[in-house]
């Protein structure tokens, strides 16, 4: 598919945040200091459920597949917006717009099942304890994150391969941080209707899937709780799922909304966006270390071994 010659348009203008020099070297520095607890805060996460043998379980396995795909989304949309912060131009390639949105769409179809599968595996967990270890061995899994894995890849690709059809002839100023799919949709020349099929498509499909998924776990585990006559029983169980339940809020009320509002450009609309593709990858590991007890007491176990390590 030659998509440079179907479009006039080279280069994509990211017309987010402000303009302001001094505001600019502000927000460089904001960003960069959130960037790198993002990038220390997910890896940390990734080293100790690989490296602690007592974090050798199904949630903590696909909370690590969890922490890596939040890494990658953020080093997806971040340096870019460094570089554009401290550059006069502003600007990005029209190949690399596309890659950009394609990953973002890839990262975000692959978390929203990740998520769905985090809370089955909660589910088993407190609605069938016994046979937990039996039911989420390892063999499903690994295919489980697989499907993750192959559904993010085949949303990623179908949307991404029917906005490049689509001709691009100007304007070529995005109101945005980063190259999403709305913004960069509502600039086509041509009328979008196969991409916006598939968007409305993919969000029915993968959405609705999703939180089936989700409100069906959720439900019987908090039946289960209910059921359970002891108040030390029912709190261990919320708090065990409050931590998901947090992330999972957190992830669709800033996805929908950003998904399904037209694109204006306005000051909320880059607000959400900004919290959806940054603060939020730096909050899903502070928010399962702060209650999580074994993940704590992981990283108190790996803070002593490089400690003892140095002296």
């Given at each position: 598919m030659?998509v440079g010659?179907?479009?006039s348009?080279t ?8 303009n ?7 927000l460089?520095?904001v ?8 990038l220390?805060g ?13 974090l050798h379980?199904p ?14 989304y953020?080093?997806?949309?971040v340096p ?5 912060l ?5 600007t990005?390639s029209?190949?690399g717009c596309f890659?950009q ?20 595996d909660?589910?088993?967990?407190v609605?069938h304890?016994l ?8 063999r ?15 949303t ?11 001709h691009?002839?100007g ?9 999403e799919?709305?913004p960069?949709l509502s600039?086509a ?6 991409s ?11 959405g ?8 069906g ?7 289960t709780?209910?059921g359970?006559?002891?108040t030390t029983?029912?709190s ?8 998901h339940?947090l992330?999972v ?7 929908i ?10 000051a909320?609309e ?5 919290q959806y ?6 909050l899903n590991?502070f928010?399962y270390?702060l209650?999580?007890?074994e ?16 002296f």
């Amino acid at each position: 598919m030659e998509v440079g010659n179907e479009t006039s348009v080279t280069v994509f203008v990211l017309l987010g945040l402000s303009n302001n020099p001094q505001v600019q070297v502000l927000l460089f520095v904001v960003f960069l200091v959130i960037y790198l607890l993002t990038l220390v805060g997910n890896l940390l996460i990734m080293l100790m459920s690989y490296t602690d043998s007592r974090l050798h379980t199904p949630m903590y396995f696909f909370l690590r597949h969890l922490s890596f795909l939040d890494a990658f989304y953020s080093s997806v949309i971040v340096p870019k917006l460094l570089e554009n912060l401290l550059s006069k131009g502003k600007t990005v390639s029209f190949h690399g717009c596309f890659t950009q949105i394609s990953l973002v769409i890839f990262s975000g179809a692959t978390e929203s099942c990740l998520l769905s599968v985090m809370a089955y595996d909660r589910f088993q967990a407190v609605c069938h304890p016994l046979l937990y270890m039996v039911a989420m061995n390892r063999r499903l899994c690994t295919g489980l994150v697989g499907a993750c894995w192959a559904i993010g890849i085949s949303t990623s690709l179908m949307n991404t391969l029917l906005l490049a059809q689509q001709h691009f002839c100007g304007p070529n100023l995005i109101r945005n941080i980063a190259c999403e799919l709305p913004p960069v949709l509502s600039l086509a020349c041509s009328y979008p209707y196969s991409s916006v099929a598939s968007i409305l498509t993919t969000m029915v499909v993968l959405g609705l899937g999703a939180l089936v998924l989700l409100l069906g776990s959720y439900s019987r585990i908090i039946m289960t709780a209910l059921g359970v006559s002891s108040t030390t029983g029912q709190s261990k169980i919320f708090s065990t799922c409050s931590s998901h339940v947090l992330v999972v809020t957190i992830f669709y009320g800033s996805g929908i909304f950003r998904y399904m509002t037209p694109a204006s450009g306005s000051a909320l609309e880059q607000v959400v966006s900004m919290q959806y593709s940054v603060v939020t990858p730096l909050l899903n590991p502070f928010i399962y270390s702060l209650k999580n007890k074994e993940v704590k007491a992981a990283l108190r176990r790996v803070l002593v071994r490089k400690s003892r390590r140095t002296f």
